[in-house]
């Protein structure tokens, strides 16, 4: 599968209506795609309804809508909402999110995850078709539900998904995967339990976020690092997928401190060496080149996350620009 070139939008420091102009852009930069995260800044479908307008050659993806914090139905109803804005364009991430984002500020019960996503992948896949949904799915039920809308062409669907369990659920029923905080390094070690589950739908799609700090200042971009792998790596389901991966030693001292409460002493535990395996850092170039090692070992399409800089923040829209095309895929 040939790969795609994707940026995360909106970026940071840019008020939304000023992306009309850059997402215009993209495309002659070396950008094929556009992915949307849902935290707690933008929702998923609002920048990517803009793009569709504002950037008709782009495609459109969700990395990631919860399967929580909105009925399966409405789901349905934006995804297909988009993919009739932007037919054959539009690649719907779903996955579970995480307790905070679900639970502290949702106000929705974070419980069984993995048997959720399932059920809202098999609702959707089945709901985008056009056809009627009428029955119980193990964490939820659904009454004669039919999109009024159904797009001509649905949006593929893929699920985020971290460790192998839910990872062959993406191998067996979804187009593809979402991956994120993981290494070059590590692509081989989820493709292999991908690819475990032999699947009859051909190749899946294996897109991944990946952090991009362009900055030639080291000690700047460590710190950025260092505090994004704390807020991130401390979650329990990421801890559990890097202490699969193998990073269980290296990050020990972290979580001991996290756990103490102590912020500080775990920033320091972070080694430099778990830092630029999953922070891409360095000049716009040094930055394409790692990022394209990830497309190298198997990711279909690396998504980057452009991390604030001093360059950035000091060079207005034209270095923003100048950043990007160096970034752009060639």
Not at 43 to 68: H, K
Not at 88 to 112: H, Q
Request: aromatic residues 6%; contains cysteine.
């Amino acid at each position: 599968m040939t790969s795609q070139w994707g940026l995360t939008v909106p970026l940071t420091g840019v008020p939304l209506p000023e992306h009309a102009g850059l997402l215009q852009a993209l495309p002659d930069l070396g950008f094929t795609d556009v992915w949307t995260s849902e935290v707690s800044g933008t929702d998923a479908f609002t920048p990517l309804a803009l793009a569709s307008v504002w950037s008709p050659r782009l495609r459109l993806g969700t990395a990631i809508v919860p399967v929580f914090t909105r009925g399966p139905a409405l789901i349905a109803m934006q995804a297909a909402a988009l993919a009739e804005a932007a037919p054959g364009r539009v690649a719907l991430g779903i996955g579970a999110s995480s307790p905070v984002v679900v639970g502290d500020w949702n106000a929705v019960p974070f419980e069984r995850p993995y048997e959720r996503s399932r059920d809202v992948l098999r609702f959707l896949r089945t709901a985008l078709a056009g056809e009627m949904v009428d029955g119980a799915f193990d964490t939820f039920q659904v009454r004669r539900f039919r999109l009024e809308r159904p797009p001509v062409t649905p949006p593929k669907l893929l699920l985020a998904a971290l460790r192998p369990k839910m990872l062959r659920l993406a191998a067996a029923e979804a187009d593809g995967v979402v991956l994120n905080w993981l290494s070059v390094e590590d692509v081989a070690t989820v493709r292999a339990e991908l690819n475990s589950k032999n699947s009859e739908n051909g190749e899946k799609e294996v897109a991944a976020r990946i952090f991009v700090c362009p900055t030639e200042d080291e000690q700047v971009a460590r710190e950025t690092a260092r505090r994004l792998i704390a807020a991130y790596l401390t979650v329990p389901a990421y801890a559990a997928f890097h202490r699969w991966l193998g990073r269980g030693e290296a990050l020990k001292a972290m979580w001991d401190a996290w756990a103490a409460k102590d912020r500080k002493a775990a920033l320091r535990a972070i080694p430099d060496e778990v830092v630029d395996a999953l922070i891409v850092h360095g000049s716009p170039r040094r930055c394409r080149e790692h990022v394209q090692r990830y497309a190298d070992a198997g990711v279909t399409t690396p998504v980057m996350a452009l991390l604030p800089t001093p360059e950035l923040a000091a060079g207005g829209p034209e270095v923003l620009l100048d950043t990007l095309r160096e970034l752009g895929a060639r």
